[in-house]
């Protein structure tokens, strides 16, 4: 079974652009979940979607937002970008939501604003 | 809020020696615990889970981690370190009503040496 697919792996944007990222979950999965990992602040939890619903959101700005597709692909945009939004971007797919439900994730999607 | 801390950015062993990685919890309720590895440029594996069923909890490559209530920790162990087990680890608490956000500890990167 094929993993969790995002692409791009790697993206240079410059500052004040918009950018979209890509999510496959497993299939069969219908739980999509998006983080974002820099070296000062860790891995923290941006938003979840399930069934094309969003469930749950982190604390990050409106210039951040995601969606989930009939298929449960997921994206994310982030406009106007910032130099401090330069991450790592994780997206995690999960069978089901549940508190005891175990993540997969992706390989990630570097975002290098310049 | 649920929170979880790590306590040791860096731990190194020598190969064959015991790995303990510390993390503990802050939790109203009942908590969801996880640990993570992430190798460079990877996303992230599960490594284990706890889920009420069991104090002590068995992963995958070795690892294993016991829930004690009342010292509020989660604390990972491998009897004796390979060389392949170098990698950053994270510890999470599963967040939100009933979702499966996650919420990540700063991260431990274990070392091994020959």
């Known amino acids: 079974k094929a993993g969790v697919t995002q692409t791009p792996r790697y993206l240079i944007k410059t500052r004040g652009q918009q950018v979209t990222l890509s999510c496959s979950p497993i299939?069969?999965?219908?739980?999509v979940s998006w983080y974002q990992q820099t070296p000062g602040q860790g891995l923290q939890f941006l938003f979840e979607?399930?069934?094309?619903?969003?469930?749950n959101k982190g604390n990050f700005p409106g210039r951040f937002s995601g969606r989930q597709f009939s298929n449960s692909r997921s994206e994310m945009n982030v406009s106007t970008l910032e130099l401090g939004d330069s991450a790592l971007y994780l997206c995690?797919?999960?069978?089901?939501?549940?508190?005891?439900?175990?993540?997969?994730f992706g390989q990630g999607t570097r975002l290098t604003v310049v | 809020a649920q929170s979880v801390t790590q306590l040791g950015s860096h731990v190194s062993v020598s190969e064959g020696a015991l790995v303990l990685l510390r993390c503990n919890y802050s939790s109203s309720v009942p908590p969801y615990l996880f640990w993570y590895v992430q190798y460079p440029n990877q996303g992230l594996q599960l490594l284990l889970k706890y889920t009420s069923a069991a104090t002590l909890v068995k992963g995958i490559n070795g690892f294993e981690a016991e829930f004690k209530k009342s010292e509020t920790s989660f604390h990972l162990t491998k009897p004796s370190a390979h060389m392949s087990d170098a990698a950053e680890y994270f510890c999470?608490?599963?967040?939100?009503?009933?979702?499966?956000?996650?919420?990540f500890g700063k991260g431990t990167t274990l070392s091994v040496s020959s």
């Open positions: 299939s069969g999965h219908r739980s």
């Open positions: 995690a797919s999960s069978p089901r939501q549940g508190k005891n439900t175990e993540a997969f």
């Open positions: 979607y399930f069934s094309e619903t969003q469930r």
């Open positions: 999470a608490v599963s967040e939100g009503q009933a979702g499966t956000a996650l919420i």
